[in-house]
Antibody, heavy 122, light 106 residues
Framework: EVQLVESGGGLVQPGGSLRLSCAAS????????MHWIRQVTRKGLEGVSA???????YYSDSVKGRFTTSRDNARNSVYLQLNSLRAEDTGVYYC????????????????WGKGTTVTVSS | DIQMTQSPSSLSASVGDTVTITCRAS??????LNWYQHRPGEAPKVLIY???SLQSGVPSRFSGGGSGTDFTLTIDSLQPEDFATYYC????????FGQGTRLEIK
């Protein structure tokens, strides 16, 4: 079964750090771009970070310089390091696999984890 | 970044109705437009990718259309399980989502 399982969320004080993990199973992990997407409290979905191809990384403006994404293909895992956390980072963080084709012109998130909750509060 | 604007932000409808949600991109996205359904407490689920391709396992009452900067998601004959929040997403450049459309039971 194709599956993504996030972990590492929790309660942290403003300015603190967390490391989220996403464990993949049931597919050839190294062949896929991976994304972190969040739903902050009472708001919509936001793409937070992506790790694509040979390891290029991309970040939303709201987290650039504070969050870092990485992957370990030997462990079939992707990570999100969250530093300098703010109250507005509170929400559910999902990892997602991207299915893509440059010849058929599509790129979308076809597999999602159930999410892990990050709460930033004093 | 490419901005995605969805409308309406919320919508009330009855079981059996047909509804349409629209999404506008701030620039041409070459049909790299996807639609997701998000129910509370669940992971988002892709419905439509590349503007009009139905994801495997998704009922055919869901359909997508459009081109360039303007896109639509139509749900025919609403079912009780369809009441959720819907998001468009562009994947032509770094992914961005619309703000969501909350579909509620009238």
């Amino acid at each position: 079964e194709v599956q993504l399982v996030e972990s590492g969320g929790g309660l942290v004080q403003p300015g603190g750090s967390l490391r989220l993990s996403c464990a993949a199973s049931g597919f050839t992990f190294s062949s896929y771009d991976m994304h972190w997407i969040r739903q902050v409290t009472r708001k919509g979905l936001e793409g937070v970070s992506a790790i694509v191809g040979a390891g290029d990384t991309y970040y939303s403006d709201s987290v650039k310089g504070r969050f870092t994404t990485s992957r370990d293909n030997a462990r079939n895992s992707v990570y999100l390091q969250l530093n300098s956390l703010r109250a507005e980072d509170t929400g559910v963080y999902y990892c997602a696999r991207a299915r893509s084709s440059s010849t058929n012109y599509f790129y979308y998130m076809d597999v999602w984890g159930k999410g892990t909750t990050v709460t930033v509060s004093s | 970044d490419i901005q995605m604007t969805q409308s309406p932000s919320s919508l009330s409808a009855s079981v059996g109705d047909t509804v349409t949600i629209t999404c506008r991109a701030s620039q041409d996205i070459n049909n790299y437009l996807n639609w997701y359904q998000h129910r509370p407490g669940e992971a988002p689920k892709v419905l439509i990718y590349a503007t009009s391709s139905l994801q495997s396992g998704v009922p055919s009452r869901f359909s997508g259309g459009g081109s360039g900067t303007d896109f639509t998601l139509t749900i025919d004959s609403l079912q009780p399980e369809d009441f959720a929040t819907y998001y468009c997403q562009q994947s032509y450049r770094i992914i961005t989502f619309g703000q969501g459309t909350r579909l509620e039971i009238k």
